[in-house]
């Protein structure tokens, strides 16, 4: 809507001074089909299924804890019973620790490679928007684009400069 707001207040002032040329660019595809973020998605792939089988291991011994507990507890002594669900009390704790600290990792590394990779994107729509001498470039999805000439889709087009420079 504010986009809506901003074009009807600019468009008849840029009339005047010149032809407006608008496009677009869906940089959600373009982040995941250029040759980095490929690599980067795969990336963040391997991480993540090294994280989640540790975090498998990890709770399988859990599970392993609780059920040795379960069937000893009766016949382990109030100390030693004591001491082995502290154990598990505190296992449980390391791993619910763990898994938020990979998961927090995760994301981390998710941003740091989407904050790279866009800053290259803005980069060339910037470039190609200065060459071809466009008004607006707008992303197709925050500017709620519902229907838009397929001649005016620069996405192509920037996916295949930014893979040409290699991300710069």
Do not use: C
Request: net charge neutral.
């Amino acid at each position: 809507m504010k986009w809506i707001l901003l074009l009807s207040l600019l468009l008849p002032a840029a009339a005047h001074a010149q032809v407006t040329k608008i496009a677009f660019v869906d940089l959600e595809f373009a982040l995941n089909n250029v040759d980095e973020g490929k690599k980067a998605k795969a990336i963040l792939e391997q991480n993540y299924k090294q994280q989640k089988d540790q975090l498998a291991t990890a709770s399988a011994n859990l599970e392993r804890m609780a059920t040795e507990l379960k069937n000893t507890a009766l016949v382990l002594s109030d100390e030693a019973r004591r001491k082995k669900e502290t154990e598990y009390v505190d296992a449980k704790d390391k791993f619910d620790a763990d898994k938020k600290a990979a998961y927090e990792s995760w994301q981390k590394k998710e941003a740091n490679l989407t904050r790279d990779l866009l800053g290259g994107l803005t980069t060339i729509v910037q470039e190609i928007g200065r060459e071809g001498g466009y008004t607006f470039i707008l992303e197709r999805h925050d500017a709620s684009v519902l229907y838009a000439q397929d001649n005016i889709d620069l996405t192509k087009q920037v996916i295949e400069r930014f893979n040409k420079k290699g991300g710069r």
